[in-house]
C-alpha cells in the first residue's frame, strides 16, 4: 500500500481532459493517449501539452500499464506541432512564447522519463513538433499514405524541441540537414528506410501491427526494460540537456522578431512568406520614416520612434 502523499495512479475517468483522451486497456496492459484535436489537425496548444504531460506521468505511475501508445484523433493527422493560430495571440512580449515552450520541454520530459516502453502511433501526417514527439517514442509505426515533415525555417521557428537535437543521431548529420533545411516531405518509404520510423503499414493495418508490438513489449521485464531505456537515451538526454534551455530562451527573443511575425502572419493569410522583403530588412534597409527621415526602422513598426508619425505598411508594396 503506497505511503500518504506518494505518487499513484488516478482513475482515468476522474483525470477530466478535454484537449486530449486517455484509455487504458486492462488486458493489454496497454494506456493509449490520443491528441483529440483534429479540427486542427491535432496541433499543439498550451492547455493540450499541459494534458499531455499529466497523462505521462499518469501512465508512469500506473503499475498497470506496461507499454504506453500515443496517437492523434482521426486519419488525417498525428500532430502537425505548434498551434500557429495560437502563437499569432501571444502578443509583443517573449514571456508568453518562453512559458509556452517551457509546457512543450515538461512534455516531453515526462514522455522520455516514462519508464515505460512508447510506441507513436502515426496514422496521418507528422509534422514539426508531431517528428520530434514520435521521436522522443521507442518505437513508430506509419501509415503508408502519410509523411513526415518539418516546416520551421519557413515558418518562423527552429526545430530544436528534439529535432535539431536527435535527427543527426538518428538519421545521420546528412540526412537530417535535409530533413530541418529543406522543408520537404519524407515518405513512408524513406522514412522507415532512414531509420526514423520502426515499421510503415497500410491504414487497415496500423492498429494490428501497433498492437503486436505492445503485446511483445509487455513481456518484457518491467525493471530491466526500465533501465533499458535509461541507457538507450543516455545520447539523447544529453544532448537536450546541453541545448533545449538555450533555444527555449533563443525562441522565445526571437517570437517577437519581424520574420517570425511575418511566417505566422503568412501562414494565417495561406500565402509564402515574403522572403526577400525579410532579407532587405535584415540588409539594413528598414523603413524610412517619411516625416523627420529616421531610417533602419522595424518592418513591423506603425509609428517612428523618433517623431511618433504613423509609418506605410511595407508589406503593401511587395509582390
Given at each position: 500500500?503506497?505511503e500518504?502523499g506518494s505518487p499513484?495512479?488516478a482513475d482515468p475517468?476522474?483525470l477530466?481532459?478535454?484537449h486530449i483522451r486517455?484509455e487504458?486497456d486492462?488486458?493489454?496492459?496497454?494506456?493509449?493517449v490520443?491528441i483529440?484535436r483534429?479540427?486542427?489537425?491535432?496541433?499543439?496548444d498550451?492547455?493540450t501539452?499541459r494534458?499531455l504531460?499529466?497523462a505521462?506521468?499518469?501512465a508512469?505511475w500506473d503499475?498497470?500499464v506496461?507499454?504506453?501508445?500515443?496517437?492523434?484523433?482521426?486519419?488525417r493527422?498525428f500532430?502537425t506541432g505548434a498551434?500557429?493560430?495560437e502563437?499569432a495571440?501571444?502578443?509583443?512580449?517573449s514571456?508568453?512564447?518562453w512559458r509556452?515552450?517551457?509546457a512543450?520541454i515538461?512534455?516531453?520530459?515526462?514522455?522520455?522519463?516514462?519508464?515505460?516502453p512508447?510506441?507513436?502511433r502515426?496514422?496521418g501526417i507528422?509534422?514539426?513538433g508531431g517528428n520530434?514527439?514520435?521521436m522522443?517514442?521507442d518505437?513508430?509505426?506509419?501509415?503508408d499514405?502519410?509523411?513526415?515533415?518539418?516546416?520551421?525555417?519557413?515558418?518562423?521557428s527552429?526545430?530544436a524541441g528534439?529535432?535539431?537535437?536527435?535527427?543527426?543521431i538518428m538519421?545521420?548529420?546528412?540526412?537530417?540537414r535535409?530533413?530541418?533545411?529543406?522543408?520537404e516531405?519524407i515518405p513512408p518509404?524513406?522514412?522507415?528506410?532512414w531509420?526514423?520510423?520502426?515499421?510503415v503499414?497500410p491504414r487497415d493495418?496500423?492498429d494490428?501491427?501497433v498492437?503486436?508490438l505492445?503485446?511483445n513489449l509487455a513481456?518484457?521485464?518491467?525493471e530491466?526494460?526500465?533501465y533499458?531505456?535509461?541507457?538507450?537515451?543516455?545520447?539523447?538526454?544529453l544532448?537536450w540537456s546541453?541545448?533545449v534551455?538555450?533555444?527555449?530562451d533563443?525562441?522565445a527573443?526571437h517570437?517577437?522578431?519581424?520574420?517570425t511575425?511575418?511566417a505566422?502572419a503568412?501562414?494565417?493569410?495561406k500565402?509564402?512568406p515574403?522572403?526577400?522583403?525579410?532579407r532587405?530588412?535584415?540588409?539594413?534597409?528598414?523603413?524610412?520614416?517619411?516625416?523627420?527621415?529616421e531610417?533602419?526602422?522595424?518592418?513591423?513598426a506603425?509609428?517612428?520612434?523618433e517623431c511618433?508619425?504613423a509609418l506605410p505598411?511595407?508589406?503593401e508594396k511587395?509582390q
Open positions: 500500500m503506497p500518504p499513484s495512479a475517468d476522474t477530466g481532459f478535454e486517455y487504458r486492462d488486458d493489454a496492459a496497454v494506456a493509449t490520443t483529440d483534429p479540427q486542427v489537425l491535432n496541433a499543439l498550451f492547455p501539452m494534458e504531460a499529466r505521462f506521468e499518469q508512469s503499475d498497470g506496461a507499454v504506453v501508445v500515443l496517437t492523434g484523433a482521426g486519419d493527422a500532430c498551434d500557429l493560430e502563437q495571440t501571444m502578443g509583443a512580449t514571456g508568453q512564447y509556452w515552450m517551457g512543450f515538461e512534455m516531453h520530459d515526462r514522455l522520455r522519463q516514462i519508464g515505460k512508447t510506441i507513436a502515426i496514422n507528422c509534422v514539426g520530434e514527439l514520435q522522443a517514442c518505437l513508430s509505426v506509419l501509415v499514405d502519410g509523411y513526415i515533415r518539418h516546416v520551421g525555417p519557413e515558418h518562423g527552429v526545430p528534439g529535432a535539431t537535437q536527435w535527427l543527426p538519421v545521420g548529420e546528412r540526412r537530417a535535409e530533413i530541418v533545411m529543406l522543408c516531405p518509404a524513406t522514412a522507415l528506410e531509420g526514423l520510423v520502426t515499421r503499414v493495418r496500423l494490428a501491427e498492437a503486436a505492445a503485446e513481456r518484457k521485464l518491467p530491466t526494460i526500465r533499458t531505456k535509461t541507457q538507450l537515451n543516455w545520447w539523447r538526454d544532448v546541453q541545448t534551455q538555450h533555444a527555449r533563443w525562441l527573443v517570437s517577437t522578431a519581424d520574420e511575425r511575418e505566422v503568412a501562414f494565417g493569410e500565402r509564402r515574403r522572403f526577400a522583403e525579410l532587405r530588412q535584415q540588409a539594413g534597409e528598414g523603413l524610412v520614416c517619411p516625416a523627420c527621415g531610417t533602419g526602422l522595424s518592418a513591423t506603425k509609428f517612428c520612434a511618433g508619425v505598411n511595407p508589406w511587395v
